[in-house]
C-alpha cells in the first residue's frame, strides 16, 4: 500500500507547506522595506497555519463553533490594534 493511498492530499498540503516555507524566506530578499517584508511573511505564516489547521487537524469536520472559537480572540487582537493606531502614529 503506498503512501499516497493511506493518506490522500498530505503530500500535495505538505508540498504547498514547503513552496510557502521557500517564499517566506524570499519574502526577506525582495527589493521592499523592512516593513513590507514583515507584513508579507506574516501573511504567508497566516496561510500555512490555515493549511496545517485544516488538513493535519482534520478541523475541515468540524462545525461552525471551532471557527468561532478561534475567530474571536483574532478580532479581538484586531481590534486591540486599531485602538492603538493613534496612540503609535500621534505620539513620535
Known amino acids: 500500500m503506498s503512501v499516497d493511498s493511506r493518506y490522500p492530499g498530505y503530500i500535495a498540503i505538505w508540498t504547498w507547506l514547503l513552496v510557502l516555507l521557500g517564499i517566506g524566506l524570499l519574502c526577506a530578499y525582495l527589493?521592499?522595506?523592512?516593513?513590507?517584508a514583515i507584513f508579507l511573511i506574516f501573511m504567508v505564516a497566516v496561510i500555512?497555519?490555515?493549511?496545517?489547521?485544516?488538513?493535519?487537524?482534520?478541523?475541515?469536520?468540524?462545525?461552525?463553533l471551532i471557527y468561532a472559537i478561534a475567530g474571536i480572540p483574532?478580532?479581538?487582537?484586531?481590534?486591540?490594534?486599531?485602538?492603538?493606531?493613534?496612540?503609535?502614529?500621534?505620539?513620535?
Open 31 to 36: 527589493p521592499f522595506g523592512k516593513a513590507m
Open 48 to 64: 500555512k497555519a490555515f493549511l496545517v489547521a485544516r488538513h493535519y487537524m482534520h478541523l475541515r469536520t468540524e462545525n461552525l
Open 74 to 92: 483574532v478580532l479581538l487582537l484586531i481590534g486591540m490594534t486599531l485602538a492603538l493606531v493613534p496612540d503609535i502614529v500621534f505620539n513620535r
